[in-house]
């Protein structure tokens, strides 16, 4: 039988969509020893994740926890538990992930409206209210920040919109949360979900999620079951909530490491940690001028935390983002859809976010760029 060594990954500075890179403690909290998932002690630590999140939020809703899953289980318990076949759903599709949630209303059974804008630019409010006038929507979901294109699209007015349309309003903010602001219920959102491996710089596996009073109701009072038994919130709701009803085994250590990740986010505070996030954006641009680079998301409305950098013409960008990685350990992300082969996503998120680290991304670019 063949013999295997023990995995040894090689050291890399995380710049791309994500991951990003852990803070170390967050590492070292996951090396702590296990605990059943109903110890109290284990349990305590989930009210403190709890606190943590709605904090992180911006909420007050008792319904916020972590899903045990990835970003996209995230997307899928708020689809499941809101829709129901025969349900008009309002989605606004700039990017893939638009283009994924429209994809999960559909298997859920919905009547899907898409409101569209050319990728790399916003969702227009008006596009939004004409959509909703010519149809009775259950649900209006929004990518915030759009990862594949870098384009943050303003929430309040197209919230106020759903609701006065009679619909609840879905947020997408896996790439948004812990980097810029999020504001769930000062914005009046009412079904959220997001992922640990981005701002929150924490190992992917988790996805924060958090429902309003509202959209609770609409998943208590379905005419039809859930139709996910794993993320039944009506199921989870049991397990996160007070009687701590077995439904599955939580990812333990996972858990720890959500819980030290958001620990050090309270610590550098919420709007000092948007400010890092937004300064080591704008040293990137002021950067990237010197190459004459730019970024391609629509100009006002361009994500700090995922930069879509503009490639030159007659530039391999494979090539360019191979020679990062093999020669100076930094990953990149590539373009998606109709900006494949047009743009390098370079993410600057939670841990990844340093001025040191902008300057070393620089440095590689220019050497491989000018060709020295």
């Known amino acids: 039988m063949q013999a295997f060594d023990t995995f040894n990954p090689p050291t890399r ?6 991951p990003s890179n852990a ?7 996951m090396a702590n020893p296990l605990l059943g998932h109903l110890d109290p002690s284990f349990i305590q630590m989930m009210e403190e994740i709890k606190s943590m ?54 298997r859920c059974g919905a009547k899907v409206i ?17 959509a909703v006038a010519g ?34 309003m ?64 009506n199921m989870l709701s049991g397990y996160w909530g007070s009687e701590r009803v077995y439904h599955h085994t939580a990812p333990i250590s996972m858990n720890y490491a959500l819980h030290e990740a958001l620990r050090l986010i309270l610590e550098e505070g919420l709007q000092a940690r948007w400010e890092r996030h937004h ?29 879509a950098v503009t490639v030159p013409e007659g530039v391999d960008e494979a090539t360019v983002r191979q020679r990062l990685l093999a020669d100076y350990q930094i990953e990149v992300g590539a373009g998606l859809g109709p900006m494949k082969g047009k743009i390098w996503r370079v993410g600057l998120m939670g841990e ?3 001025a040191k680290y902008v300057d070393r991304f620089l440095e590689a670019m220019t050497t491989i760029l000018k060709g020295s």
């Not at 803070?23 to 909290?29: E, I, M, N, W």
């Not at 649900?139 to 919109?161: F, M, N």
Request: charged fraction near 15%; include cysteine; hydrophobic fraction near 40%.
């Open 135 to 168: 149809c009775s929507p259950k649900l209006v979901a929004l990518v915030h920040a759009e990862t594949s294109t870098g384009a943050l699209t303003p929430v309040e007015t197209i919230s106020q919109i759903a609701h006065e349309a009679g619909a609840l």
């Open 13 to 18: 500075l995380l710049m791309g969509p994500g």
């Open 114 to 130: 898409k409101v569209e804008a050319p990728w790399g630019e916003i969702i227009r409010p008006e596009q939004v209210k004409e």
């Open 53 to 106: 999140l709605r904090s992180v939020f911006q909420t007050k809703n008792e319904m916020t926890f972590p899903v045990s899953g990835t970003g996209s289980a995230g997307m899928e318990f708020c689809f499941v538990n809101l829709i129901e076949p025969g349900d008009e759903v309002v989605i606004c599709i700039n990017g893939v992930f638009g283009m994924r949630m429209a994809d999960l209303a559909e």
């Open 279 to 307: 300064q080591n954006h704008l040293r990137l641009v002021e950067g990237l001028k010197s190459l004459d680079l730019g970024i391609a998301s629509q100009e006002g409305h361009q994500l700090w935390q995922l930069n």
């Open 23 to 29: 803070a170390p403690t967050v590492l070292t909290a």
């Open 170 to 233: 879905l947020l997408d903010t896996v790439t948004s949360l812990g980097g810029c602001e999020v504001n769930i219920d000062g914005w009046n959102i009412d079904a959220v979900y997001s992922g640990t491996q981005k701002c929150l710089s924490c190992p992917p596996g988790l996805a924060p999620v958090s429902l309003s009073p509202k959209a609770l109701e609409t998943a208590q009072n379905r005419k039809t079951k859930v139709q996910s038994w794993y993320l039944d919130v």
């Open 352 to 354: 990844s976010s340093q």
